[in-house]
């Protein structure tokens, strides 16, 4: 079993900053890449960055010179530093990883349960 434990969510004023933050603890043998997504009301799940084992990053457009995502591979945690928030950053934003399992030694995909970011004045 794998548990993914996300914090750092909340009410922030517009050109404010959060730091979300996720550590994953349980049966796995292996974390490859990590990520965040976020869904709004309404609207399908989307990547918001993600960060390979070897320390790769992605951005989706909307995120990119605004967001930062990082890992500590030791704490099993990853972490994304939003700055410059706008209204339309509001959403639930979840982290996932791609992992090993301990026990089958097959990749999976993991879910946290969400954050609630909310960028509102």
């Known amino acids: 079993q794998v548990q993914l434990v996300e914090s750092g969510g909340g009410l922030v004023q517009p050109g404010g900053s959060l730091r979300l933050s996720c550590a994953a603890s349980?049966?796995?043998?292996?974390?490859?890449?990590m990520g965040w997504y976020r869904q709004a009301p309404g609207k399908q799940r989307d990547l918001v960055a993600s960060?390979?084992?070897?320390?790769?990053?992605a951005y989706a457009d909307s995120v990119k010179g605004r967001f930062t995502i990082s890992r500590d591979n030791v704490a099993n945690t990853v972490y994304l530093q939003m700055n410059s928030l706008k209204p339309e950053d509001t959403a639930v934003y979840y982290c996932?990883?791609?992992?090993?399992?301990?026990?089958?030694?097959?990749?999976?995909?993991?879910w946290g349960r969400g954050t609630q970011v909310t960028v509102s004045s």
């Open positions: 996932n990883i791609l992992g090993v399992d301990d026990t089958s030694r097959t990749t999976r995909s993991y």
């Open positions: 349980g049966s796995i043998f292996r974390i490859n890449a």
């Open positions: 960060i390979t084992n070897s320390g790769s990053t």
